[in-house]
Every structure is written in C-alpha cells, then in structure tokens.
C-alpha cells in the first residue's frame, strides 16, 4: 500500500505531495525488455498490480521528475511511486494500465491529436530522445478511438543536472521512432500544453525538482536544476517549432 514519503525538504506541488514510497513489491513475473535495470511485473499488500525497474541516481531522478512535469501539464501517465526493497535497491514503479497495448503503426491514423500532441511536447520539456513503440500505451475504447499513455522516461536527460544545463534550447536528440507517430495531427494541438508549460512557477518546479534531486542525492543542486527547468518551459514553444521542424511539418 502505498504511504507517503517524509523528508524534511519536501513541500508540496500543484498536484499533491511528493512521490510516494511503497513497501517492497512481490515480484511475479519478469518482462523481457531491454534496459539498464531489471523489470519485473508486481503486487503490493493491497493486490495492486504494478510494473518496476531498478533505476537510481540520474535515471531515477528523470523518471521522478517526467512524471511531474507530465501531469503538471495534463499528459496521460500512470501513477508512480518509488520503491525501497530490503536490499536497498531503489525501483521506480508504475501502476499497469488495464487492458492496455503498445502503440502501433495502425494508431497514428486513429489516436487523439490531443494527446499526441501532449507526448510531444512532454519529450521536448524533458529532452526525451527514447520515445519508441514500447514506451507509449493504448488503451482502446469503443468506436475505435481508445487513451494514449506515456511511460518509461529513465534515459530522458531531465535527470542529469550537468547534461541538461547545456541542452536548454535544444530538442530531444532525434524524433520519436513509434513507427507512425501522427506528427501533423498532432502540430495543431501544442498549443494548450505548451502554454501550460509556460505558465509552471518557479514554486511549482522547484518542489518538483527538490523531490527529484533528494532521491538521486543531488539535492545540493536543487537552485541550480530549478533555473535550468524553468528556462527550458520558457522556450519550450521553440524548443518544439525546431522538433517538429525536423520532422517536416510546420508548427
């Protein structure tokens, strides 16, 4: 069951308090993906079903901080917590979406713009170069229309303190490979996410941030992070005329 973390720099955010911690998971079956840490699916004392990855230091950090920024400015994610086994190997957890896929080809021509539109901008805020098939989810729905998620952000360079202060104009270093990724649909429908983007506080961020920074141990840098998070959700309305510049389609 998940409980709340308590730490003596932590403060609240726009959407509640910070990430929460959850006792260790039993773990029922592991997921044969490639990546850096193990990835296992799990359950907690209530019976939820989740899915976990050993993440720690800058990864963690960029995982904690996605999802953050993804629901501060209205992208589908799943609930996700940090996880603290007995070993001391910190996870970071994501509650399973039912009934969900990976994305397909197929989906471009169906998904919602919207929250095409929402994926995008969030790769561009947190300098997200790893947007493929498996890490966008769908959940169909009646009449062939169906709910985009975003998932997996670990390698995204938001987590990395010293790399993203030197990308703060800088798109994410090459375009989602989701094979059929609507890219024109979705260029008429940045507009409200890249607003809300814009008009996240420094409060705001820096709340983000501090909760990021403390479980990556960074949080000597937490002023510094803060400014460079800040100046990119400035620029982020360039940051993505240039992303989709080079994915030919005019912002």
């Given at each position: 069951m998940a409980r709340k973390r308590k730490t003596p720099s932590s403060g609240g955010t726009l959407l509640g308090d910070p990430v929460s911690v959850i006792a260790p998971l039993h773990r029922t079956k592991r997921v044969e993906v490639d990546s850096r840490g193990e990835v296992w699916f799990a359950v907690d004392e209530a019976g939820d079903e989740w899915v976990t990855k050993e993440v720690s230091g800058a990864n963690l950090a960029a995982e904690i901080l996605s999802w953050h920024l993804a629901r501060a400015i209205g992208v589908r994610i799943p609930h996700g917590a940090a996880v603290v086994p007995h070993d001391g190997t910190t996870s970071?957890?994501?509650?399973?979406i039912p009934n969900a896929l990976h994305w397909t080809p197929s989906l471009g021509e169906v998904v919602d713009p919207v929250d095409a539109a929402g994926v995008l901008v969030?790769?561009?805020l947190i300098h997200n170069g790893d947007r493929h098939e498996a890490n966008l989810m769908w959940t169909p729905l009646k009449g062939g229309k169906g709910l985009l998620h975003a998932i997996d952000h670990d390698l995204a360079a938001i987590g990395d303190v010293e790399e993203f202060r030197d990308l703060v104009v800088s798109p994410p270093p090459r375009l989602s490979h989701a094979p059929g990724f609507p890219y024109s649909r979705a260029a008429s429908?940045?507009?409200?996410?890249?607003?809300?983007?814009?008009?996240?506080s420094r409060a705001q961020l820096t709340a983000y941030v501090r909760d990021a920074l403390d479980w990556a141990k960074r949080s000597d840098k937490t002023?510094?992070?803060?400014?460079?998070?800040?100046?990119?959700c400035q620029a982020i309305g360039s940051i993505v005329a240039q992303y989709l510049k080079e994915a030919g389609v005019s912002s």
């Open positions: 970071w957890a994501t509650r399973t969030l790769d561009c429908a940045i507009g409200r996410y890249v607003d809300a983007t814009n008009a996240l002023a510094e992070h803060t400014d460079t998070v800040y100046n990119r």
